[in-house]
């Protein structure tokens, strides 16, 4: 039989500030790893969202993104044509697409930032389906009329509905809001293509990708042989959840690595703080550590205590941090994609899978912090232990 | 200080407990230090834009190029010295993870404008003759081991098909944080093998006769092309380099508040391990009092002993963030400035020294104010 | 019948044959037991006094299984402990025998209950039984009332009852006292060797007791004095008093 989970509890208690101090150094490394990995998760989430299994996009082959991608018009027919392409009541659900980017004054600080501007076609909303017009109406082709995404107008000034907005030189009225999925869709500016083209002096039917609904998502094969085939075109065809993960690793990779490292730090900081808590608390029951030695409990009970004790503090600890944390799901905060130069905006994500990951963490330190001083306390000599006043 | 034994002695009473508090310190510091190199990376940038050039771009899109015809008639407006202009390559070498900064740029100004930049001069002529040519800096020859006369092959991506180039000068920073990862080659061989843009540039660097008049300049800069097809948008070199560290959304506050979290928990740990010992040693502190010690001293002992621990600690933690530092960059490529300056060092010892102040006051308050009687009393 | 020559018979319930324990002190070598010897029956009550230093609570804990000698043997009831393991020891301690210390080395955390309880965690009992077990021995011991108290909340008599009562409820075979009474007031020490008297006297325990203290020894049937590493002096005390 065990020494009571009683006298453990209430040890705790009693040496609360100890308990306490212990506690908080867990509670912030816990805290600081979660909302750091929220961010990366967030970051990875957001664009992974704008990507649909049962899309693919169609660059140039050899260009690494959108921006340095070039596919004339005659391309696109040919990619219209293609097998594995879905067709609608419009035709084949195909978006050829241009990319720009434009600078405008973020709300929070005054300085300009850059937004993704997307020449689309009108077919765009099926061939996304994940994004809805949720305020105002689409764009009319061949009118310079915007559709921004429903992060922009929270993020940047002079965009509300019904607003002007001077782009490339010419003025666009915001017709429409719509609501990406939570995806970089949120972040950009939408507009007709050939308006695009014009108004920025690009060469006319000329875009930079296509993007193609398919029949399902095992069409993907079937529609990339069809095309590196083709004599007529030279591209490379992905899916479009594959592209999107591509993208988000730079930043990811980034806030990850550094992420872990501070949370690994702050982590060897909090086992210290830990093993003071443990060794002090181990020094002043010196005696009565001994007393129950010497009363027939043995090694493994004392030490089984201990460590109980530890892991009571560290799972508080892990608790209160994860709790800190989970207000910060959902927030939103931005920054820049590398891969395409704009500003996006995203959500810390905290997954359940997250905060799992914090307490398993938190007890890890528990035990790191708790196992020395219980052996310690296990192995000192109790009649020495007996007299100690 | 004759009692220095006298506090190492008290701190070696228990070692683990000081080597654990000591740890708590240098595990603060050492965070300390990585996170000001961060925000140093981040910061890079601004520190070391020049104060006086100016960045002209495509008021449009940054991606948006501006004709070459520009050039003479920046030179033309009052108050400019200088103009040198450069194009974004964005290649790719071997991997897309290999990635450093490649700029076509413009060889009769890039090089004068750019004086922190140190390029041996017969190297710089070798460049000037071959039209392949490119110079790379020190920091990036480093990091694959290239050497002066290496051809060196890079995939475009914006400019596609596979440019050859050869290393005909290495250059230096002449400060300690000038970037030398950067790949340069020359404009007008992109310009040649550029089927698609020619005579386009991807941005301008304007020099000013005067920092303190570079305002005027930016406006009439801007309104010289106003209303052209091709409008532009200056800029000093800082807010430049500032906007998009603005862009990259709140990292100082990140920073920021990941840096007191540490400092708060370790104030919280160090303050309650000195009470502790306090409790602990009441009857030796009661002992000295006897003697003759006064009660001023006991306050001074406790203080002295935290601030060793603090200063031992913090010490070490700098130490190991500097040596960090020094094996470069961990994210390969991303940071290339990870250096950790001397004020930041001094900056880190200085709040180690005051956290240990504050978190040991209580505790020595509490042995000054301990009375011999009762001190001696308890058993 | 106590004896401290070594010609004791095989049925000694504690038997002790040249016991040494030496103690290293930096360089010094220091004998604290040289060769003692020790015979003691079930029923017994021995005192253990000797100058500081003399090695009385050395004895003890080596008797009760706290510490290893340096040499010789200790039998108690059959088993030979100067050999045992550290985890057969515990077990052993656990069985055979009850401490009473001279701080009462009650847990603080504890109520007075869970205190004495405690050694009764080590055997297989319900907790009804055990809650049997403790309200009779604080029942012994008349502090039954005080049994949801914490030992910061009871005066050192009545601290010490329970340590007392801690130390029979698991019926060990015999009770090891250090300085029973060392911290308490004359009254409180008079009350609690009333006690040991009881349980000897009543409820057949053994007892032996290391003290200053000579009132305390008188309650003794035997007074043994250590000197030089060795017993001496088996001082029979008059029985009725």
Request: hydrophobic share 50%; glycine share 10%.
């Amino acid at each position: 039989m065990a020494i009571p989970l009683a006298y453990n509890l209430r040890s705790l208690k009693v040496r609360w500030t100890s308990t306490v101090v212990a506690v908080l150094g867990i509670a912030g490394t816990v805290g600081v790893f979660v909302a750091m990995l929220a961010l990366a998760q967030g970051f990875r989430a957001t664009l992974m969202a704008s990507g649909s299994p049962r899309n693919a996009i169609v660059r140039r082959a050899g260009a690494t993104s959108e921006m340095e991608s070039i596919i004339p018009l005659d391309q696109v027919r040919v990619i219209e044509d293609a097998p594995g392409v879905e067709r609608g009541g419009a035709g084949p659900l195909v978006s050829p697409e241009v990319v720009v980017v434009a600078a405008f004054p973020l709300k929070r600080s005054g300085t300009d930032a850059n937004v993704q501007v997307r020449g689309v076609s009108r077919k765009v909303l099926s061939v996304r389906d994940s994004v809805r017009v949720i305020a105002g109406r689409f764009f009319q082709p061949g009118l310079a009329e915007l559709v921004v995404g429903r992060n922009v107008g929270r993020s940047y000034v002079g965009f509300d509905l019904g607003k002007t907005v001077r782009l490339g030189g010419g003025t666009w009225t915001v017709v429409g809001v719509v609501d990406g999925g939570g995806s970089a869709f949120d972040s950009e500016l939408w507009c007709d293509a050939n308006v695009l083209n014009q108004v920025f002096q690009r060469p006319q039917n000329i875009f930079q990708s296509v993007t193609v609904r398919l029949v399902s998502p095992e069409a993907l094969t079937v529609l990339k042989d069809a095309l590196t085939a083709d004599p007529r075109v030279t591209v490379q065809v992905d899916r479009e959840v594959d592209y999107y993960e591509k993208q988000s690793r730079q930043l990811t990779r980034l806030i990850t690595v550094l992420g872990t490292m501070v949370a690994l730090v702050m982590g060897i900081g909090a086992v210290f703080g830990a093993l003071n808590t443990m060794y002090s608390a181990v020094a002043e029951r010196a005696r009565e550590i001994g007393t129950m030695r010497a009363i027939g409990f043995g090694i493994g009970s004392v030490v089984t205590s201990f460590v109980f004790e530890a892991l009571c503090i560290a799972t508080v600890g892990g608790l209160l941090g994860c709790a800190a944390v989970l207000p910060l799901n959902n927030l939103t905060t931005g920054t820049i994609n590398w891969q395409t130069f704009s500003h996006l905006a995203f959500a810390f994500r905290v997954t359940p899978l997250l905060l799992l990951s914090g307490l398993l963490f938190a007890l890890l330190m528990g035990v790191v912090g708790g196992v020395p001083p219980a052996l310690r306390a296990a192995r000192q000599h109790i009649a020495v232990a007996l007299r100690e006043l | 200080m004759k009692y220095w034994r006298l506090i190492l002695a008290n701190l070696l009473r228990k070692k683990v407990r000081a080597g654990l508090t000591a740890g708590s310190f240098a595990v603060a510091l050492f965070l300390f230090g990585l996170l000001a190199v961060v925000r140093g990376a981040f910061q890079q940038g601004v520190a070391v834009a020049g104060v006086d050039r100016l960045v002209v771009v495509n008021k449009v899109s940054i991606i948006q190029p501006l004709p070459l015809s520009y050039r003479d008639r920046l030179l033309r407006i009052p108050g400019v010295t200088q103009v040198t202009f450069a194009n974004w390559f964005g290649g790719v070498y071997q991997d897309e993870r290999n990635f450093f900064p490649q700029f076509a740029i413009d060889r009769e100004g890039y090089r004068q404008m750019f004086s922190e930049f140190l390029v041996p001069d017969e190297q710089w002529q070798a460049f000037l003759a071959d039209r392949e040519g490119c110079v790379v800096g020190e920091g990036l020859a480093e990091r694959f081991r290239w050497k002066l006369g290496d051809r060196i092959p890079i995939k475009g991506t914006i400019f596609p098909g596979t440019w050859e180039f050869n290393i005909r000068a290495i250059y230096r920073g002449r400060r300690r944080q000038d970037d030398t990862t950067q790949f340069w080659f020359r404009w007008d061989y992109l310009d040649e093998r550029n089927p698609y843009r020619k005579g386009l540039v991807g941005w301008y660097t304007v020099r000013v006769a005067n920092p303190d008049d570079a305002v005027r300049v930016v406006k009439a800069i801007d309104g010289e092309f106003a209303n052209s097809p091709n409008e532009t948008k200056t800029d000093t070199e800082r807010s430049f380099a500032a906007s998009w560290v603005k862009q990259m959304g709140n990292i100082e506050f990140l920073i920021l508040s990941i840096g007191g979290v540490v400092f708060f928990t370790l104030l919280l740990v160090t303050g309650n391990t000195m009470a502790i010992a306090v409790r602990e040693r009441g009857r030796e502190l009661a002992v000295l009092k006897a003697i003759g010690f006064s009660d001023g001293f006991a306050l001074a002992l406790i203080l002295a002993e935290t601030v060793a621990v603090a200063a031992a600690g913090g010490g070490t933690g700098l130490a190991l963030a500097k040596l960090f530092t020094l094996r470069g960059d961990p994210t390969r490529g991303l940071l290339p400035f990870f250096y950790l300056p001397p004020e930041a060092i001094a900056l880190g010892f200085g709040l180690a020294i005051a956290v240990g102040l504050m978190a040991a006051i209580l505790p020595a308050l509490s042995a000054m104010r301990l009375r011999v009687v009762d001190a001696l009393r308890r058993v | 019948m106590v004896r401290v020559d070594g010609g004791g018979n095989a049925s000694s319930l504690i038997r002790v044959r040249g016991l040494d324990k030496t103690y290293q002190r930096g360089s010094e070598e220091i004998h604290v037991l040289q060769g003692l010897n020790l015979d003691v029956e079930a029923g017994d009550f021995v005192a253990f006094m000797g100058p500081s230093g003399s090695g009385k609570t050395t004895l003890l804990n080596l008797l009760g299984g706290l510490d290893l000698p340096s040499a010789g043997s200790i039998t108690v009831a059959g088993d030979e402990i100067a050999s045992m393991s550290a985890r057969k020891l515990t077990a052993w301690r656990a069985r055979h025998v009850g401490f009473v210390f001279q701080m009462y080395n009650l847990i603080p955390v504890l109520t007075a209950f869970q205190n004495v309880e405690l050694p009764l965690l080590l055997t297989r009992l319900s907790a009804a039984e055990r809650r049997r077990h403790v309200e009779a021995a604080l029942a012994v011991v008349g502090v039954a009332d005080r049994m949801d108290h914490y030992p910061r909340q009871l005066s050192g008599g009545q601290e010490q009852r329970v340590g007392i009562a801690r130390a029979i409820v698991a019926d060990p075979t015999f009770l090891l006292c250090d300085e029973p009474t060392g911290d308490l007031d004359r009254k409180s020490a008079d009350a609690i060797l009333d006690l040991l008297d009881r349980l000897v006297r009543e409820y057949g325990k053994t007892a032996l007791m290391v003290t200053h203290d000579p009132r305390a020894a008188e309650r003794a049937h035997v007074v043994l004095r250590l000197e030089k590493g060795v017993l001496v002096d088996a001082v029979e005390a008059v029985d009725a008093r």
